[in-house]
Nanobody, 116 residues
Framework: QEQVVESGGGLVQPGGSLRLSCTSS????????MGWYRQAPGNPRELVAT???????NYADSVKGRFTISRDAGRNTMSLQMNNLKPEDTAVYYC??????????WGQGTQVTVSS
């Protein structure tokens, strides 16, 4: 079964850093786009960053300058480097791989908690 799987969440103090990773049973370059989304309790799921195949990254305003999305085709991994984390970044983070056609794979999520 095709899937994407996240890893790397955890507890970090404000101002700290975490790196999330996403692997897939498919070649990540086969997706039209990969991205990271997050959902905090009581809030809808929101876009964090996306990376189209052959395109430029796109970031939510709230994370610009702090988060970096990247892809390593050799390791078949997509990553999200998160720096200067804030309590409001606390959420479950989801990896997504979409396209072509009706392919739309979501991971199970990984918890990120920013707290002192």
């Amino acid at each position: 079964q095709e899937q994407v799987v996240e890893s790397g969440g955890g507890l970090v103090q404000p101002g700290g850093s975490l790196r999330l990773s996403c692997t897939s049973s498919k070649r990540i370059l086969s997706f039209n786009e990969m991205g990271w989304y997050r959902q905090a309790p009581g809030n809808p799921r929101e876009l964090v960053a996306t990376l189209p195949r052959g395109g430029r990254p796109n970031y939510a305003d709230s994370v610009k300058g702090r988060f970096t999305i990247s892809r390593d085709a050799g390791r078949n991994t997509m990553s999200l480097q998160m720096n200067n984390l804030k309590p409001e970044d606390t959420a479950v983070y989801y990896c997504r791989g979409s396209g072509p056609y009706n392919i739309d794979l979501w991971g199970q999520g990984t918890q990120v908690t920013v707290s002192s």
